[in-house]
């Protein structure tokens, strides 16, 4: 049950690496650049598993009442895919950034 919330995100995120690695056509693609968003993407995936397993960690469950459990059991998966999407914009968000400033056009 840990990784389920990183399970159902999953193809979001591949959706959203996939933009990244494909846009913008204007940049050059060196093989340098390349390798710079493998790394990105690499370290945007580990802060994603990493922020989703301290959200899962941290969700505090519903107390047990007479009646057994209450509402309130859903933040066990709700905060990992919180946690764990915020972790991965933040990243690719910073890559983003790097990039541009990188390999963005520069003025005559």
Not at 42 to 63: I, W
Not at 82 to 99: D, E, K, P
């Amino acid at each position: 049950m840990r990784y389920l919330a990183i399970l159902l995100l999953a193809p979001w995120l591949l959706m959203l690496c996939w933009a990244y690695w494909r846009y913008p056509q204007s940049l050059p693609r060196t093989p340098r650049r390349r390798a710079y968003d493998v790394v990105a993407l690499l370290l945007a995936a580990s802060a994603t598993v990493q922020a989703a397993l301290l959200g899962f960690d941290h969700a505090a469950l519903p107390a047990v009442g007479r009646f057994g459990r209450a509402s309130g059991a859903i933040w066990q998966q709700v905060m990992p895919a919180l946690f764990g999407y915020g972790a991965f914009a933040v990243v690719l968000l910073l890559a983003l950034w790097l990039r541009q400033a990188c390999w963005g056009r520069r003025p005559p």
